[in-house]
Nanobody, 122 residues
Framework: VQLQACGGGWVQTGGSLRLSCAFS????????MGWFRQAPGKEREFVAH????????LYADSVRGRFTISRDNAKNTVYLQMNSLKTEDTAVYYC????????????????WGQGTLVTVSS
């Protein structure tokens, strides 16, 4: 299985970015998909999750209302639209695939992408 994340970059505070994560090697629609992030000097944390069919989403409190997770099962891709970015959103963002368990616990994710860096500055 491969998860290839892209779309990171530099943006000013208040700006937007859209991350994409392409999934291959298994049946994409069998997996719930999540985004996590790790800021410099901090532990990796949950950002958002979307169920296998896209009908259910979950967000961390810190991003709810600013970030939107979506997926296109025909394209085997999950997205993270990030709006109103803040400096504290600066991190390496990882996409991951899970088959069960709590969606906000990284131990329940079986496949991980390589990460894409998002830098937000004022």
């Amino acid at each position: 299985v491969q998860l290839q994340a892209c779309g990171g970059g530099w943006v000013q505070t208040g700006g937007s970015l859209r991350l994409s994560c392409a999934f291959s090697g298994r049946t994409f629609s069998n997996y719930g998909m999540g985004w996590f992030r790790q800021a410099p000097g901090k532990e990796r944390e949950f950002v958002a999750h979307i169920s296998w069919g896209g009908g259910s989403t979950l967000y961390a409190d810190s991003v709810r209302g600013r970030f939107t997770i979506s997926r296109d099962n025909a394209k085997n891709t999950v997205y993270l639209q990030m709006n109103s970015l803040k400096t504290e959103d600066t991190a390496v963002y990882y996409c991951a695939a899970r088959t069960g368990g709590r969606p906000d616990e990284e131990s329940n994710y079986v496949f991980w992408g390589q990460g894409t860096l998002v830098t937000v500055s004022s």
